[in-house]
């Protein structure tokens, strides 16, 4: 296989849906922040389901704790018009609601307070969307593993955890921590996110009480559910501390599992190298498998590429969605629209490993690989307020390069490490946005990098730098210019010489002109632009 199958392969399944979005009523319901929303803030989730494999089916609750931010008599929480509502209940007395599609409007007996803390139990069931391509289109996969037994997994990134558990399904409001309880038929397991704190039998099987002790995402809430294997391990980080390490796997690929698993503490030691201590100490760390591709599921890692390496020497699913521990559920974006703080940086988090790991020649041929399925057709950033979904794959590559091209940009790796580090560090545990990752790093590197990331991320097209070369007696004038790019820009390119690297040029909006001694060639390996001659 050829080093850059794979980084092809991955941009196609991200590329499913390459029609820009249309958004509907149901995805202004889901992204935008109104008043009923606005009012409260998420403090703990208690999620309790019980999961029917033979009949495709769950039944649940979940008991909602909030804090009032504005006073009000309503509130929405989200859960998808196929699942159907059995009661709301709030201080022991049902409460009246209405849905609007997957959109739920719960009105309260008397105004509630700003301050007031309260706390609801919805009850609900039903059969939940059937997963069509996971994990990009998401929902339950009901499958079956070699020896015929269950498998039941979920994926529900972009679609939505209110796919299957009722929420606040919006990425600005994340619990401070949560409870998961899953009932899982006899002789299965149910593994979902944080530490196992309990198990009981029941009459259908086991229930297996799951909980976790840092904010989560919603679409990172799992259920695994299979006849799994178990075994765990502790590793001791480079800040001396413990950190449990657990892995769940079929049975059948336990062998294989533990030896091809041994990567991982090499990982996160690189990764806590570079990006600061493990986000989740208390909850561990934990590799799941599951019979899709792989998802950043906190503290719960998804995996299913089949114990491959690359050819690189590793397995390129057990780093990125282990890099997503750092990017993605510790630094987490406040819409969908900034999903590129997850994927730009999780996928760029793949070429430091393996910088570390085998050296600059060989991250520079990894990122050459991804460079290639780079698409420019929409912005990385897409509008704010709604459920937006990335049309392709363009924050995950074209995200990755703006970085590379930024470390360029700096030519400090000392100045640039740390303070992708700082970034880590400050955004720790948070919510952000596009702004203010932009005007971190436009602070931290004490230059004008915040332009040229504008037009990475808002524009679908690259830096185009226009020249004209002249030669007379041997000596050349080069002329140059920027054409889509604004004035305030600051990407300097370097000119290859025969002996190497020469002098780097600051091309602007308007022409310039240096003498030459030979003909230039420009240093594409590095910075994420292109290129266009004039006669």
């Known amino acids: 296989m050829k080093p850059t199958s794979i980084f092809f392969l991955f941009s196609i399944l991200c590329s499913f849906s390459l029609p820009a979005q249309k958004f509907s ?29 033979e009949k495709t089916y769950i039944t649940g609750s979940n008991s909602i704790q909030f804090v009032v931010k504005e006073k009000t008599k309503q509130i929405q929480v989200d859960l998808f018009s196929n699942l159907s509502i059995d009661q709301i209940v709030f201080e022991n007395k049902a409460l009246t609601y209405r849905r609007d599609g997957n959109a739920i409007f719960i009105d309260f007996p008397r105004t509630l307070l700003v301050k007031q803390k309260h706390q609801i139990l919805i009850s609900y069931q039903g059969q939940p969307r059937k997963a069509v391509r996971p994990p990009w289109d998401g929902g339950f996969s009901w499958t079956k593993d070699p020896a015929g037994k269950p498998w039941v997994t979920v994926s529900c990134e972009g679609l939505g955890a209110s796919a299957w558990w009722p929420c606040k399904d919006h990425p600005g409001d994340e619990p401070e921590s949560m409870d998961i309880r899953i009932e899982a ?35 990172n809430v799992s259920i695994n559910i299979a006849d799994y294997a178990h075994w765990s391990e502790k590793m001791i980080q480079l800040n001396g501390k413990p950190l449990d390490l657990d892995y769940y796997v079929l049975q059948s690929n336990a062998e294989v599992a533990k030896k091809h698993f041994q990567q991982s503490q090499e990982i996160l030691r690189i990764f806590e190298k570079y990006f600061g201590p493990y986000p989740f100490p208390k909850d561990g760390y934990a590799l799941v498998e599951t019979d899709y591709w792989g998802m950043e599921h906190q503290s719960a890692v998804a995996y299913g590429n089949h114990y491959k390496n690359n050819n690189y020497g590793f397995d390129f699913i057990i780093v990125h969605e282990s890099a997503h521990e750092w990017f993605g559920n510790s630094i987490s974006c406040t819409d969908h629209a900034d999903l590129w703080i997850h994927e730009a940086l999780g996928t760029y988090a793949e070429a430091i490993y393996l910088e570390e790991k085998s050296g600059k020649e060989q991250a520079q041929s990894y990122l050459n690989g991804q460079k290639n399925n780079i698409k420019n057709r929409f912005p990385i950033i897409g509008p704010y307020g709604v ?53 971190f790093f436009e602070k931290k590197l004490k230059r004008n990098v915040k332009a040229i990331m504008s037009v990475y991320l808002h524009r679908a097209d690259i830096p185009t730098l226009v020249y004209q070369l002249k030669e007379a007696n041997g000596a050349f004038t080069l002329r140059y210019k920027w054409k889509n790019v604004p004035s305030e820009i600051d990407l300097p390119i370097e000119i290859k010489h025969s002996q190497g690297l020469g002098e780097r040029i600051h091309p602007t909006d308007t022409w310039q002109q240096i003498k030459l001694t030979e003909a230039p060639q420009w240093d594409f390996e590095h910075f994420l632009f292109q290129v266009e001659k004039q006669i």
């Not at 009459?203 to 799951?210: C, D, K, R, S, V």
């Not at 590559?397 to 640039?416: C, E, N, P, Q």
């Open 387 to 439: 459920n937006y979904q990335s049309p392709d794959s363009d924050m995950y590559f074209k995200g990755t390069w703006m970085f590379h091209t930024l470390r360029s940009i700096v030519a400090d790796d000392k100045i640039w490490f740390s303070t992708i580090k700082d970034f880590c560090l400050t955004f720790y545990h948070k919510n952000t946005n596009a702004e203010e990752v932009l005007n």
């Open 25 to 53: 009523h149901a995805d202004s319901l889901r992204g935008s922040l109104r008043p009923a929303r606005t009012s409260y803030d998420v403090l703990h989730y208690d999620l309790k389901v019980k999961v029917d494999p």
């Open 185 to 219: 038929p006899k002789g299965l397991m149910a593994v979902s996110n944080g530490n196992l704190v309990a198990s009981t039998s029941t009459a259908f099987g086991t229930e297996y009480h799951w909980k976790v002790q840092y904010p989560i995402n919603t679409y």
